[in-house]
């Protein structure tokens, strides 16, 4: 997308928060971005990489996560349509390298502001600094819940909140035993223990590499704590 103006409105559209900037910010952020298209499970960042610019999802979903020594991982985030990625902003803003592994989990249409461009329009603009700085508070506090449910909730109850969660948009669920489990921080013979025990109480259904909630009200009563 070489015409800025069309960029322009696109992330208008997907960012409802820098479209209420007013036409200048956005016309200013996209005479300095990229418009990048991106193939489903394309590394977009991966961990000590230098951050290559302060990525806007136009389209398509970007999963974030921190990978171990033992291989296990831990999903910190997705990145979605209309939203930005808090890493890049920090490691931008600090200069430093990549702590985490972004992965494209869908084709993905963004606009890339290069480093410098984005350092300038954190000084220059309020409205785009007052953005940036919105998503360190939006962030934080989702990675403070995922602390907390990781530190005091069983996994069960996790587990039965996550299939609550992406049942919303549909009962059947495309994913991998091993995928839910890296995205709860656990390991896969441990999920499919619990789902299968969630078979058996009539909850789901399990099949390959797919998940059907039967009983979304079951699990989410698994989700309250007891007493």
Partial sequence: MSDPAALAERIGAAFPTLALAGRRTLERIASRAIFRQVSAGTQMFGERQPCSG???VLSGNIRVVQRYPNGREMQLYRVSPGESCVLSSSCLLGRTQYPATGTAESDVEL???????????????SSFREYVFSLFGERLASLLALVEAITYQKLDQRLAALLVRRSKDGPTIAATHQAIADELGSVREIVTRLLRSFEDRGYVELGRERIRVLDAKSLGELTRPAG
Avoid: T
């Fill in 111 to 125: 606009a890339v502001i290069p480093p410098d461009a984005f350092r300038e329009l954190v000084v220059e603009d």
């Fill in 54 to 56: 302060f990525p806007l």
